[in-house]
């Protein structure tokens, strides 16, 4: 297949783009490098450039033909979301359907769509399956959301057919070492915890220990990034085989605690630090954990580092060779 990559230069894409590539497939990362990195994308070819452009598009649409389009080319910050609707809004929903736009007047009718977990808001039970009521809590959650909307919309008009998939937590790194996360700033645990470990940060701050759940503090399900992109790239089969739109939940179903994620991260790494007691932040649902078994049922999708201590150690082997010229 020849893929287009939207976001290929950024910590999920790249992953992608690598496995797109092991797999035999033809790939393109469209990339304006707001948030990722040039060096990140070791496979295929690069293009600079930004899913509003139009002109770009055409030309990369007239140039290509290609099979399936996945995007990654999102803004992921809750807080951030919230001081600016307005970015989040431009980007991640005015700016995609510029992309669909072009993909519908050149009859690309394959899509690969990240969307969240946030769509769900405060979850009313969980693990959280897809038939869930979807009630955003923060423009980000929202911005997904009208996608997904609008992808049910342009299925029914124009025939374009997609897969959503609704990200838990994505965590850990390439298992041979090659890429990784580099967010700036960073806001997840995990590489937060790994840089305490690795002595580029102090210490970490838990962000509240009065919630709901057995030790206090939030429980999340983390998958590793290959498992997630294994799903996409099962999703664009799907869909070139003929398949119809769909959206998944996808995580592995177990959930962990921040406490017993540092516990692990200490024994994963050998290594002690020091961890505060923080504030709850803002948004932050007790409990997020996804039921997958209908991408497992549908796509046949199996998670293949689903343990915490693999996805951290692969995490932190990125985190030590990253720490060195990052
Ligand atoms: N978290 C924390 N300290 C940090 C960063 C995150 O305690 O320095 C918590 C956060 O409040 C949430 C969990 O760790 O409960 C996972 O947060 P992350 O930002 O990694 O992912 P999210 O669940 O927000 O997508």
Same mark, same amino acid.
């Given at each position: 297949?020849?893929? #287009?990559?939207?976001?290929?230069?950024?910590?999920?894409?790249?992953?992608?783009?690598?496995?797109? /590539?092991?797999?035999?497939?033809?790939?393109?990362?469209?990339?304006?490098?707001?948030?990722?990195?040039? !060096?990140?994308?070791?496979?295929?070819?690069?293009?600079?450039?930004?899913?509003?452009?139009?002109? #770009?598009?055409?030309?990369?649409?007239?140039?290509?033909?290609?099979?399936?389009?996945?995007h990654?080319?999102s803004?992921?910050?809750?807080?951030?979301?919230?001081?600016?609707?307005?970015?989040y809004y431009?980007?991640n929903v005015s700016n995609t359907q510029v992309l669909l736009d072009?993909m519908v007047?050149?009859?690309?009718?394959?899509f690969i769509f990240s969307s969240t977990?946030a769509t769900f808001g405060?979850?009313?039970?969980?693990?959280?399956?897809e038939?869930h009521s979807q009630k955003p809590?923060n423009p980000y959650g929202h911005s997904k959301l009208m996608v997904e909307q609008i992808l049910r919309d342009f299925d029914h008009a124009y025939g374009l057919k997609s897969v959503s998939l609704r990200?838990? /937590?994505?965590?850990?790194? *390439?298992?041979? $070492?090659?890429?990784?996360?580099?967010?700036?700033?960073?806001?997840?645990?995990?590489?937060?915890?790994?840089?305490?470990?690795? $002595?580029?940060?102090?210490?970490?701050?838990?962000?509240?220990?009065?919630?709901?759940?057995? *030790?206090?503090?939030?429980?999340?399900?983390?998958?590793?990034? /290959?498992?997630?992109?294994?799903?996409?790239? #099962?999703?664009?089969?799907?869909?070139?085989?003929?398949?119809e739109t769909k959206a998944y939940n996808?995580?592995?179903? #177990?959930?962990?605690?921040?406490?017993?994620?540092?516990?692990?991260?200490?024994?994963?790494?050998?290594? *002690?630090?020091?961890?505060?007691? $923080?504030?709850?932040?803002?948004? !932050?649902?007790?409990?997020?954990?996804?039921?997958?078994?209908?991408?497992?049922?549908?796509?046949?999708?199996?998670?293949?580092?689903?343990?915490?201590?693999?996805?951290?150690?692969?995490?932190?082997?990125?985190?030590?060779?990253?720490?060195?010229?990052?």
């Amino acid at each position: 297949m020849k893929v #287009l990559v939207v976001g290929g230069a950024g910590y999920i894409g790249s992953h992608m783009v690598k496995m797109l /590539n092991k797999a035999g497939h033809d790939v393109i990362t469209l990339d304006n490098l707001s948030n990722g990195y040039k !060096d990140a994308v070791k496979y295929g070819e690069f293009v600079e450039g930004d899913i509003a452009d139009e002109s #770009l598009l055409d030309k990369l649409f007239s140039d290509n033909n290609f099979d399936g389009v996945m995007h990654f080319a999102s803004y992921i910050q809750v807080g951030e979301s919230v001081e600016k609707p307005s970015m989040y809004y431009r980007n991640n929903v005015s700016n995609t359907q510029v992309l669909l736009d072009a993909m519908v007047d050149h009859g690309v009718k394959s899509f690969i769509f990240s969307s969240t977990a946030a769509t769900f808001g405060e979850p009313d039970y969980t693990p959280i399956d897809e038939a869930h009521s979807q009630k955003p809590i923060n423009p980000y959650g929202h911005s997904k959301l009208m996608v997904e909307q609008i992808l049910r919309d342009f299925d029914h008009a124009y025939g374009l057919k997609s897969v959503s998939l609704r990200y838990f /937590n994505a965590a850990g790194a *390439d298992p041979d $070492g090659e890429l990784g996360e580099r967010h700036i700033p960073e806001t997840h645990l995990i590489p937060l915890v790994l840089q305490a470990a690795s $002595g580029r940060r102090d210490n970490i701050t838990i962000f509240g220990a009065d919630y709901d759940t057995p *030790d206090g503090t939030c429980i999340r399900d983390y998958i590793h990034i /290959n498992d997630l992109c294994s799903a996409h790239l #099962l999703g664009l089969e799907h869909l070139v085989a003929g398949g119809e739109t769909k959206a998944y939940n996808m995580g592995n179903g #177990l959930g962990y605690s921040i406490k017993e994620l540092i516990d692990i991260a200490k024994e994963v790494t050998g290594k *002690d630090f020091t961890v505060l007691m $923080g504030e709850r932040r803002d948004g !932050d649902p007790a409990r997020l954990v996804a039921d997958s078994s209908l991408l497992q049922k549908e796509l046949g999708w199996k998670p293949e580092f689903a343990g915490l201590d693999v996805i951290l150690r692969h995490a932190w082997e990125w985190e030590l060779k990253y720490s060195e010229w990052g």
